[in-house]
Every structure is written in C-alpha cells, then in structure tokens.
C-alpha cells in the first residue's frame, strides 16, 4: 500500500545532488560505528516507484557519512509483505534493515487473516525519515472547485460517482475510505493497477474523482489536466502553498499521508540502532537532502526510534476501524 509516488522523472542530476556531492567529499571520517558488514537496505516495492527513489538518496548519503557499504535491494510482492518479511527474519547484526510505509506496518497487518509478521514485536524501530502528502483530485468536468462542494454534490446524488486509487488496499484506497466514513458520503472505490492507469482514466473522464499522492499528480494538477482540491495532511504543503487541507475544509479529523522510515529486526542491539537513528537522522538535516526531498514533495522528518515507534501505533489504531468498515479484512 503503501502506496508510492516520487515520480522517476524528478530524481535527477540537480544543484542539490552537487551539494551532498561536496558533502561527501569532505565527510572522509568513515566511522562505520557497531556495524562490520555491508548494510542491505531492503525496499519492498519495485524500483522507481517513490519508496525506491527516497531509499537511494538516503542510501548513497548514509554510505558516504559512515564509509558503510549500503546497497538497496528491490524486494517487491504482496504489497511490500514479502520484503518486510525477510528483515523480520534477519540476523539483528545491522547488515539488513527495512525501508518500511504505512502499508507494511499498519495497513497490510490489519488486513491480513494470518499475519505474516507481527509490524511492532518483530521490529526495532529506527528513523521515521519522511512523510508524503496525498492529495484529492477531480476531472476538471466535474462542477465542484472546493471540498465542501465535492460533499454536497456526493451527498445530492448517493452512489452516482465513484473513487479511483492506485489499488485495493493501498494507503490511496484508504484515503477514500477515511473521507467517506468522515463525511457521510457515498462513492464507489474503482482500483487499478497502480497510480498511472488511474490518473489515465481521470484526465480521459472515465472516473470523476482520484486519490493520489502529491509527487506524482503534481504535473498534472500544475498543467491543469486535472483539479486539486486539497491536500491530505494536517498542514499545507510547501510545493503547494494555496491549496488547503482537507481538514481546513471543513473535515478537521482528517488526515492520512504516506510515510518512510528505517526498521531493523527485533533483537537489533541498542548500540546499532542508536548509531541508525543518529546518522539517519544526520542525514535528514542536511540542507541539500532536505532540498532534495522536498523537490519530490516529501516533507523531511528525521525522528528518534521512540518516534517512529508512536507513528506505528497511532497509524494501527486509527486504520482498523476504516478496514473494518470497509470490509477489508481477510477472512
């Protein structure tokens, strides 16, 4: 689910990347800390897709801070399930840990009948690195310019209109879900196989309204091939400044973004995952990398692993019922 969205296209060579790249040049410490092999940062999604690209901006700045070898390797399937796995089984030594979302470690577990990891006792939590802001589009054909007119349209004809997402599931799919069950509305959920399929259908018409993550429609709601209405998270977003949250809109429990953040298997000792946190954390507060995320309308964090620890229990407990009363759980 989690859903991703830092579009490729964006991930270039930029004044920024020549920054961490003088950066590097006079990071010559090399303390590679409590860890003695190479580091596998483990991506559970394909390649290209917004966890992979944030997990290689990380992944060469790590290296370069520490002198640590640290190779992203994609392990992709059932929803990052797969790749979430192999680190819960990892040796806790440092050498493989987690590029994990709000899909592996709240919305899949949820779903799951039998789950294949438990998202709190099987991991060490390390650094929360980054949130994405989704964002809540329309064709321009559709006669609404503001949430509130989205409500009442939805409102005036039950079930007319329908939802598009990235797929069953995904953190997209309940960003819908968390806005019907706020607002009252009724609208059908169409998945599709991934966000560009669906952002197809919604410039062609062919569904009136979508959830996206932001990095990924940006182009399109700048071009004007679809209408943003407002963006998922509490605060507005700086790429964005004048469109407003769907909080401000009249919706003020809502909120919902994706997230990435840095977890090694349970076991992993205290040593090593404070070296992590300290040096994600480092990494986070540069400039240029702050510059470089934020350019893919991610919003930097860089939190300690209690931090990431409270993220991982608020997502649970405020999904469930959603899952819930959308039927999602397996039986």
Do not use: C
């Not at 899909?103 to 577990?109: E, I, R, S």
């Not at 399929?197 to 709601?221: C, E, H």
């Not at 990431?308 to 039986?331: D, R």
């Amino acid at each position: 689910m989690v859903g991703t969205g830092l579009d490729r296209r964006q991930f270039g060579l930029s004044a920024a990347g020549a920054a961490i790249a003088l950066a590097a040049g006079r990071d010559a410490r090399a303390q590679a800390g409590p860890i003695t092999r190479p580091v596998t940062l483990v991506v559970p999604f394909a390649a290209g897709g917004s966890t992979d690209v944030l997990s290689r901006i990380v992944a060469r700045r790590l290296s370069e801070k520490t002198g640590l070898s640290v190779v992203v390797e994609n392990v992709g399937g059932a929803g990052g399930t797969i790749g979430a796995g192999r680190v819960a089984r990892a040796e806790p030594d440092g050498s493989t840990i987690l590029m994990a979302t709000v899909a592996t470690h709240a919305l899949n577990p949820l779903m799951a009948k039998e789950r294949p990891y438990d998202p709190v006792a099987d991991f060490a939590p390390v650094s929360l690195l980054a949130t994405v802001p989704n964002v809540l589009l329309v064709n321009p054909k559709v006669p609404v310019k503001s949430v509130q007119e989205l409500i009442a349209l939805l409102k005036a004809e039950p079930g007319k209109y329908s939802y598009a997402s990235s797929g069953v599931g995904t953190p997209l799919h309940l960003s819908g879900e968390l806005f019907k069950v706020l607002t009252g509305v009724k609208m059908e959920h169409v998945p599709y196989r991934g966000g560009g399929p669906a952002m197809t259908d919604l410039i062609g018409g062919q569904v009136p309204i979508m959830f996206d993550v932001l990095s990924g429609a940006a182009g399109f709601v700048r071009n004007g091939s679809v209408r943003a209405l407002a963006v998922t998270t509490r605060t507005r977003v700086g790429s964005f400044p004048d469109l407003p949250t769907i909080a401000e809109s009249g919706v003020p429990d809502y909120e919902t973004y994706t997230w990435n953040a840095v977890f090694g298997p349970a076991k992993l000792p205290q040593p090593i995952v404070e070296f992590l946190s300290r040096e994600l954390q480092a990494v986070i507060a540069e400039p240029a990398i702050r510059e470089r995320l934020s350019d893919l309308s991610a919003v930097p964090v860089g939190s300690d692993p209690a931090g990431l620890a409270a993220q991982v229990k608020s997502e649970l407990e405020k999904w469930a019922p959603v899952i819930a009363a959308a039927g999602l759980k397996q039986t």
